[in-house]
Nanobody, 126 residues
Framework: EVHLLESGGDSVQAGDSLTLSCKTS???????MAWFRQAPGKEREGVAA???????AYTDSVKDRFSISLDNAKTTLYLQMNGLKPEDSGMYFC?????????????????????WGQGTQVTVSS
């Protein structure tokens, strides 16, 4: 059984940095993973994704500020977030695919991702 456990969320000030982690268990082959976020009253949106060949994709609002990566064992997913803005606030979820997927596909297709964590809250104050 696949489990994803996010951590690292916090309440911070605008301009601060945070690193989110997502520890996987039972996820044998890393086909592709992504970070999504959801703010109250808004739809869940893809933030960053990485595929099995380490190609990455980002939503426009976080390009040049966020960086997605995997550890060498490909069991822990990270999201380095710099220059945080209030609009970055929300619940951040990591997700993983059960089949090979490109980073761009993972970013834009939550319905393609079979496994989800419970989320970690990020709150950015101005």
């Amino acid at each position: 059984e696949v489990h994803l456990l996010e951590s690292g969320g916090d309440s911070v000030q605008a301009g601060d940095s945070l690193t989110l982690s997502c520890k996987t268990s039972g996820y044998g082959v890393n086909y592709g993973m992504a970070w999504f976020r959801q703010a109250p009253g808004k739809e869940r949106e893809g933030v960053a994704a990485i595929d099995s060949t380490s190609n990455t994709a980002y939503t426009d609002s976080v390009k040049d500020r966020f960086s997605i990566s995997l550890d060498n064992a490909k069991t822990t997913l990270y999201l380095q977030m710099n220059g945080l803005k209030p609009e970055d606030s929300g619940m951040y979820f990591c997700a993983a695919s059960s089949f090979w997927i490109t980073a761009r596909q993972a970013l834009g297709g939550a319905d393609r991702l079979a496994y989800w964590g419970q989320g970690t809250q990020v709150t950015v104050s101005s």
